[in-house]
Every structure is written in structure tokens, then in C-alpha cells.
């Protein structure tokens, strides 16, 4: 069946009331759509179809036509772990880093893309990666491009939530989104690791949190090497030694250098049609950029090109300038 043959079914059923069956055509599309590396749109639908399930549940048993749908306790608690399942359109494209920082990240993704062959010679697979550096240097872009490059599925972990005041709680909601993860060979991505990873050492600690931390280090050794974690820092400094050590790559994302600068203008730039008038203008603008991270020259270049927009009557014309002063103020505040 195409795509279009399951969308008829799906509003003939709806229409007429026909749950089973329109359950049984969700399901199918949803295999359908995963076959055809739709993954956003199976995503999408698996999330409608549960939340449909679960509106009707009672006692955890939703009952459609003659079936029996069982709605787990364990399911409940993984959509509250987990911010969002993405899969990603980023590539290395979209990265703006520094070339030895691209290349280990390159060689992160050949280990993932050859791996049948690694194991074939008993090699093993890097599947731990620590992006650290300053804020907004590109650690959750890397994340969403590597997710991109290797087309699988990325589980984005809601820390807030995992972290509980409960005894051992903490310890039980990793290990649920490990094995979840596992189960489908998806990217767990964990910002803020330092958060958990350097619970062990707080002196007002009284077990439970060097407990966390020993529940990680067994989550990391007992990980199947398809699947892969990516953890992100701000304070890399903070994280236990020994979990340190469980990662195979530490790659850190620094504050862009003045050819990096030119390279975001240039990146932001390509798909508007506006540009910076003159050379010197540009090059002033790069040295008032000095010292700031990528994510805040391209929040200051996108609200410059805003508010330029505003001085035009006619956006159609052919050289639409950014007007410099205007975004050299905005980097001025920012220092």
C-alpha cells in the first residue's frame, strides 16, 4: 500500500467509529512510514496513537473493538525522562568548528559506520563521546549533527526529571533510559552531564549520590556497543575521574578563533539576502566578535538583520546591507 491508500483508511475508519480498525491501519502505517525512513512521521504517530490509547485507559487496559492494549507503567515514566525523540537533517555542514575538533568527530561516526567490520577483527566500538566546552559553543548542534550523520534515532534525556529526591530513584530512571535506548540501538544525549557526574563528590552526600554515579559506571560498561551516548559540559573539571575515563572521545568545542567567526557570518548568511556592505566593515565587526561564543555572534547578526530589515521600504531590491553599527551595539552589550 502507498502512503496515500493508508490515509483514506485512516479517515474512513475515524468516520466511522471503526477503532480496531483504525488502530490496526496507524499501526501499519507506522511500520510503513519507519520502512521508508520516515522515522519523524512514525515518531509522530506513535505518540498520537498512544495518547489516543491512553485517554480511554483504565487501571493501565485499553480495550478497542476486541483487542486488549496493555499501557505500562515503565512507558509513562520514559516520556517524562525524555524531552523529545528526534531524528536530525544536520550534517557537518551545518557544524562550524575547528578542523581537529571535526576531523575526531568524523572519526566518531567511521567507527559507527564500519562497526560490522570492527567487530568482525573483535575491535572495540567508541561508543561514549564528552563534548565540554564554553556555553554556546556548538555541544548540542554536534549532538544533532552526529544523530544526523549516523540517521538514527536520538533520545534528548529530561534531566530535571531524572534526578529525584527519591532514594535510588535517580539510579532507576538512567538505568530505564538505558535500556530503552538500547532496545532500538538509538544516541542517548545528556546536557549538563556534570549535574549527575559529580554528584559522588558533594560533601553533604550520604550515599545515594555515589550510588548514582556507580549505577552510571555500570550503565556505561555494560552498553551495547550500538548503542551511543553523547554527554555535554559546560564544567568538565566537575565530573568524577572515573567516569571520565569510561569515555573514549573528549572532544572540546571552544570559542570560535577569527577564521571560525567569519565562517558563522558566513554560514547565518548563505540563506538570506543580506550582506555587510564592505570588507572593512566586516573585518570590524569580526574583531568586536572576538571573545564571544558562536551562539551569541548569530544571535547578534540574526537581530541585526531584523532590525536592518525594518530601515528597507522595498525588500526586493537586489543589495539589502546589514547596517553594522546596529549589530556592533547589540556585541557591545553582550561583552
Known sequence: MSQSSYLKDIAKYG????????VEVLN???????????????LQLQSILKEGLRANESKGLVVVGSKKYFIREDDRLLD???????????????LVCSPSTKNELVLFTKEHETINMLQQF?????NKLLLYG???????????????????????VNLGAVVSSRLGETSKNLSRIFKKAAS????IFIDEFDSIG??????QDHGEMKRVVNTILQLFDYMPQRTILIAATNQVDMIDEALLRRFEYKILLDLPDESQIYAIIDVTLQKTPFRIKSKRELEQVV??????????????????IKRSMYNFKDLSQKNLFIDTSIWKDLISKEK
Open 134 to 156: 564554553p556555553s554556546g559553543c556548538g555541544k548540542t548542534l554536534a549532538s544533532y549533527v552526529l544523530a544526523g550523520e549516523l540517521e538514527r534515532i536520538m533520545y534528548v
Open 28 to 42: 501499519e502505517l507506522i511500520e510503513y512510514s519507519k520502512k521508508s525512513r520516515r522515522i519523524n512521521l512514525a
Open 287 to 304: 574583531r568586536s566578535c572576538r571573545g564571544l561564543s558562536y551562539f551569541i555572534i548569530q544571535k547578534t547578526l540574526i537581530t541585526a
Open 80 to 94: 517524562e525522562l525524555i524531552i523529545e525523540k528526534i531524528t536530525s537533517d544536520y550534517r557537518f555542514d551545518n
Open 198 to 203: 559529580k554528584l559522588r563528590d558533594y560533601s
Open 122 to 126: 573483535n575491535l572495540p566500538v567508541s
Open 184 to 187: 532500538e540501538d538509538c544516541i
Open 15 to 22: 468516520l466511522e467509529n471503526e477503532q480496531e480498525k483504525l
